[in-house]
């Protein structure tokens, strides 16, 4: 495959998202790396390829959707659509099999009414893909997410749940944690009922001060008071976690759940609406595969429906698209306004490779 | 012709001598003392380079050594996918030193990286600023807290003098190498419970990229021979 074919391939792709009534957009190669590094993290240094500008510390474009947001929550009006064709750069991909420059092609589509824009989104890539036969996977992190702000608990431990949602295993960690099934050690136990915890200590070093140590311990009492989680709120999470069926069949499933756990209601409703959508789009939902726990590890910023679409015959390929809702990532960048916001992305390479199977 | 990297200066270069002279491989220098390559008596083919210890993992991946001995945590932290480029032949039993993650001794409040990343949590709320943890081992110690969903914090770089580096407000965590915790104590550190993120020791590793002719791996299966 030359450079010449996968742009060719991501011209078809871009040229189908513009005739879909999308506006081509062009965005900056280099990105402010402060940004990036706010939002993910510093795991977004294994990925992304660190170099300096005028302006600062800057990365080489990891993907569009930060700098399209940006544009959109600067200048744009609801609803738009926007297409964009263009090299992301991934550091994570260092090695010979694996390339760190490739094209991306992305539709983002803000505002409209959320079920409506998720069905319109999908059925777009669904056309676009369905040659290839792909592989489809759908979920919805926002069921997750009411599930968690549903729990019997503080709210200092949702929000702890909530800030990790997209980490499997400090999510599990805590969840075991908060329902009691984690002995607590003996020395934190000493620790909480100390009339001075900090005697004894050592000197007070660092920008982390006594103030800082203090209202942990506070917060750490606080916790211990706190009842756990009861163990049928976290079997309901496991089994929204543990979800795989048709959509059909796991809407029903969710909202069997709801009866037990209200708080859920309104997402399983939005999920029904979504899916009514779809089929009007011409996707019956009994031929939609539905997982749980789908998008948790590697879309962090999604936070309502994700999917993905893989290549059947070439499971050691990463995924030929993905995409998703981001509410909350148009909040973060947006100055004080958000907007609802879906979109997703086709990597071209991939669907020639996929194309030859 | 094979060639082995070594460790060119100090106790590194002395105990690698010693271990391969324990086995009937004994090493000279050429020439003076500024002299940077020598040769192996009893074992004809085997050509030695003495190279600083962190320069050897990156020669081993270009397959310019055929061989080298540099500490387990060097290759790890420098070479991505190591495991791809260098081959672990042999655990040498010196240079034994642990990758920990260490902080402040007065932070009674954190043992594990549970409590570090609800700390970091807490810390970016109030100070506006993700928490700093000082290090020269940058991949292996974002990977390890990558691994185990520590959020919130950033790796600031540092070369030398890292536990001085929250004294002096730089950073307020630090991942450093430590053989017997001493200095860590001597500066207020404590190592977390579950926050030791690779035993190191000095090991021999074989370049899978290096040029490997019919005679270099004959010289090899020898050399293996003798060491094992």
Redesign the interface.
């Known amino acids: 495959m030359t450079k010449a074919t996968e742009r060719a391939e991501a011209a078809r792709y871009l040229g189908a998202f513009v005739d879909a009534g999308a506006q081509p957009v062009e965005t900056a190669i280099l990105q402010p790396a402060e940004t990036l590094?706010d939002l993910y993290?510093?795991?977004i240094?294994?990925r992304a390829f660190t170099t300096h500008g005028p302006g600062g510390e800057a990365m080489l474009r990891p993907d569009f959707t930060v700098p399209v947001v940006q544009m959109h929550m600067r200048e744009g009006g609801d609803p738009a659509r926007y297409a964009y064709a263009g090299e992301v750069f991934r550091r994570q991909a260092?090695?010979a099999d694996r390339p760190a420059e490739y094209l991306q092609v992305g539709f983002e589509l803000f505002g409209g009414d959320p079920a409506v824009a998720d069905a319109e989104c999908f059925a777009l890539f669904h056309g676009v893909l369905s040659p290839l036969a792909p592989r489809i996977q759908t979920g919805d992190i926002g069921i997750l997410t009411a599930a968690v702000r549903g729990l019997t608990t503080s709210e200092t431990r949702k929000a702890?749940l909530l800030?990790?949602v997209w980490?499997?295993?400090?999510?599990r960690?805590?969840l075991e944690?908060f329902a009691g099934r984690v002995a607590v050690?003996p020395?934190?136990s000493a620790?909480l009922i100390a009339a001075d915890?900090?005697a004894g200590?050592?000197?007070?070093?660092?920008?982390?001060d006594?103030a800082?140590?203090m209202?942990?311990?506070e917060?750490?009492r606080a916790d211990a008071a706190e009842p756990p989680i009861p163990a049928t709120e976290v079997g309901l999470i496991d089994d929204i976690l543990d979800l795989k069926e048709s959509s059909d069949a796991a809407l029903q499933r969710l909202r069997d759940m709801a009866v037990d756990m209200p708080a859920i209601e309104a997402a399983v409703a939005g999920l029904g609406r979504r899916l009514e959508a779809l089929d009007a789009a011409g996707i019956a939902p009994e031929t939609l595969p539905f997982e749980g726990s789908h998008g948790r590890s590697t879309m962090e910023y999604y936070d309502g429906f994700v999917f993905s679409f893989s290549a059947r015959q070439r499971p050691d390929l990463p995924p030929l698209s993905t995409g998703g809702r981001y509410d909350a990532l148009t909040r973060v960048l947006g100055q004080g306004r958000a907007t609802p916001a879906v979109g997703g992305v086709i990597r071209p390479a991939l669907t020639l490779e996929a194309a030859q199977c | 012709m094979l060639k082995l990297g070594v460790p060119s200066k100090g106790r590194l270069m002395e105990k690698t001598f010693d271990w391969f002279g324990a086995r009937g491989l004994t090493m000279v220098k050429d020439g003076g003392e500024r002299e940077y390559s020598g040769t192996v008596d009893g074992f004809d083919g085997l050509q030695l380079v003495l190279l600083s210890a962190g320069e050897i993992p990156r020669e081993l991946a270009a397959g310019r050594i055929h061989l080298g001995v540099t500490g387990s945590d060097l290759v790890r932290d420098k070479l991505?996918?190591w495991d791809?480029q260098v081959e672990e032949l042999a655990e040498m039993g010196f240079g034994h030193a642990d990758l920990v993650i260490a902080v402040?001794?007065?932070?009674?409040?954190?043992?594990t990286l549970?409590d570090l990343?609800?700390?970091a949590?807490?810390?970016r709320r109030?100070?506006g600023f993700?928490?700093r943890i000082a290090t020269k081992y940058?991949?292996l110690v974002?990977?390890f807290?990558?691994?185990?969903?520590?959020?919130?914090?950033?790796?600031v770089d540092s070369q030398g003098a890292t536990e001085g580096t929250?004294?002096h407000?730089t950073?307020?965590a630090i991942a450093d190498i430590t053989s017997t915790g001493e200095t860590l104590r001597a500066n207020?550190l404590k190592i977390l419970s579950d926050g030791t993120i690779h035993g190191s020791q000095a090991t021999l590793f074989r370049a899978r990229n290096a040029e490997w002719t019919d005679e270099d791996r004959e010289l090899l299966a020898r050399l293996i021979r003798k060491i094992d």
């Open positions: 590094l993290g510093e795991d240094r294994a260092l090695r702890a800030r990790h980490r499997p295993r400090r999510f960690t805590l944690r050690p020395q934190r620790l915890p900090l200590a050592g000197p007070e070093i660092g920008l982390r006594r800082d140590v209202a942990r311990i917060a750490l | 991505a996918h791809d402040p001794s007065f932070w009674v409040d954190v043992d549970d990343d609800a700390a949590s807490a810390f109030r100070h993700r928490l940058h991949q974002r990977e807290l990558t691994w185990n969903g520590v959020a919130d914090y950033q790796l929250v004294r407000e950073a307020e207020h």
